[in-house]
């Protein structure tokens, strides 16, 4: 079992920055990636960014640019720093670990962003 904990959600004005973390707990030595997921009111679950446990990283072509992940082994911690935010940005962020033979998905509570214009 993994379990996640986001944090740094908030509000911000277009143009601003917020940084999300993702705190890993349980079997973290099974993870084989993780990454941040969004879902804004409406719309399907997307994927934002992704990291390996290698560290090689993936962004959607609306993240690139403007978004980072990156990530603290030492405090089994995920980030996603987001800069040049828009209002099509807001939405709950989730965090997703991958983790087992079995490659199963565990999933965080999720953190809101809302970017006002």
């Known amino acids: 079992q993994v379990q996640l904990v986001e944090s740094g959600g908030g509000l911000v004005q277009a143009g601003g920055s917020l940084r999300l973390s993702c705190a890993a707990s349980?079997?973290?030595?099974?993870?084989?990636?993780m990454g941040w997921y969004r879902q804004a009111p409406g719309m399907q679950r997307e994927l934002v960014a992704v990291?390996?446990?290698?560290?090689?990283?993936n962004y959607a072509n609306s993240a690139k640019g403007r978004f980072t992940i990156s990530r603290d082994n030492a405090k089994n911690t995920i980030y996603l720093q987001m800069n040049s935010l828009k209002p099509e940005d807001t939405a709950v962020y989730y965090c997703?670990?991958?983790?087992?033979?079995?490659?199963?998905?565990?999933w965080g509570q999720g953190t809101q962003v809302t970017v006002s214009s």
């Open positions: 349980g079997s973290i030595f099974r993870i084989n990636a």
């Open positions: 997703k670990a991958v983790a087992g033979l079995q490659w199963r998905d565990y």
């Open positions: 990291i390996s446990s290698g560290g090689s990283t």
